[in-house]
Nanobody, 115 residues
């Protein structure tokens, strides 16, 4: 059974940093893309950052220059380094791992930016 496990959420003050990790296991196929979406209360889910294999990362305009996504393909793991966090970044962050056939989702990590 496919497992997508996220870690690293929490509460942080404005201007602070957090790092999310996401590990995919038991997929059985090559992962072609990994990244995160987020969903804030009352808002639609939006793409935060994605890193397709062999290409450059793509970011939401609202996080460019503050967030950095990376992958360790040998470990089927992605990382999202989030700096200069703002209250508007408060949301549940969902990791995804995409093969050519399917997209798999993590359980979600709550990030709250508040003083």
């Amino acid at each position: 059974q496919v497992q997508i496990v996220e870690s690293g959420g929490g509460l942080v003050q404005p201007g602070g940093s957090l790092r999310l990790s996401c590990t995919a296991s038991r997929i059985g196929f090559i992962i072609v893309d990994m990244g995160w979406y987020r969903q804030a209360p009352g808002k639609q889910r939006e793409l935060v950052a994605g890193l397709p294999s062999g290409t450059v990362p793509n970011y939401a305009d609202s996080v460019k220059g503050r967030f950095t996504i990376s992958r360790d393909n040998a470990k089927n793991t992605a990382y999202l380094q989030m700096n200069s966090l703002k209250p508007d970044d408060t949301a549940v962050y969902y990791c995804y791992a995409r093969t050519r056939a399917s997209t798999y989702w993590g359980q979600g990590a709550q990030i709250t930016v508040s003083s």
